[in-house]
């Protein structure tokens, strides 16, 4: 199979929630392809990052949420727009979703420097603390510490990316009917029942404030977990 050149108008492709995780899954492969394909996807490099932020994780959604049905349209937007995505649910007993935003919650800048120690180096912990000096022009240079940290700490740590995530996309106004989408790193929650426990308490801290929206879904990118409330906006 050739190596792919994405463009906007191919991950704006209509898909059902049947088949689009696979498509998304199977443009990954082919990106990788490419000479500097992993570069692309660890690094977030030009589409891919649209690709590896907001189709994976609407993909997922599209098999869970949407229960992978052959009913329910999802189409990607790329740009400036108020939502990433359009949603056609024609099942009987519908959703009623019309839009997708997708956010990540995640260490911001600290997660790229990790990615770019990891393909610079071929590994790099997971859970370590990121220093860096030097700057891209002068030199950057990346420590990624070998430690562990306490089980307590990996709650507040993911309790802290989910809530940051979703302060992000508080001050914005979003199309009738939007599902605010937020994807995260679920290798250590997906299962484990105190880490679930933790997540449901922080969004369900934060839903009298995400009125704006239809529901809330949270996605994990590794293992596919997932996590949804109804916040009764919804007509």
């Not at 990607?76 to 956010?103: F, M, P, W």
């Not at 880490?195 to 879904?217: D, I, Q």
Request: one cysteine or more; proline letters at 3%; charged letters at 25%.
């Amino acid at each position: 199979m050739s190596s792919l050149v994405l463009t906007p108008e191919l991950l704006e492709e209509a898909h059902t929630a049947a088949e689009y995780l696979q498509w998304v899954r199977t443009l990954i492969s082919r990106v990788k392809e490419a000479p500097d394909g992993l570069e692309q996807i660890r690094l977030r490099k030009g589409l891919a990052k649209e690709l590896m932020n907001e189709a994976l994780p609407i993909g997922l959604l599209a098999s869970t949420y949407f229960g992978g049905s052959e009913q329910v349209s999802i189409s990607l937007k790329i740009g400036n727009q108020s939502y990433d995505a359009t949603v056609s649910d024609c099942r009987k007993n519908g959703s009623s979703v019309n839009h997708v935003e997708v956010t990540l919650a995640s260490d911001g800048d600290n997660d790229y420097l990790r990615m770019l120690a990891l393909h610079q180096t071929g590994e790099v912990s997971g859970l370590g603390s990121v220093k860096k000096s030097g700057t891209r022009r002068t030199g950057l240079t990346i420590r990624v510490e070998r430690e562990m940290a306490s089980h307590a700490e990996v709650l507040r740590q993911e309790s802290d990316r989910l809530s940051h995530a979703i302060v992000r996309k508080l001050d914005k106004t979003y199309p009738r009917n939007t599902l605010l989408l937020i994807g995260m790193d679920d290798t250590m929650a997906f299962d484990r029942p105190d880490n679930v426990a933790n997540l449901k308490a922080t969004v369900e801290t934060c839903l009298p404030r995400l009125r704006g929206f239809h529901s809330v879904a949270v996605v994990g990118l590794q293992q596919g977990m997932l996590l949804s409330w109804d916040t009764k906006s919804a007509i």
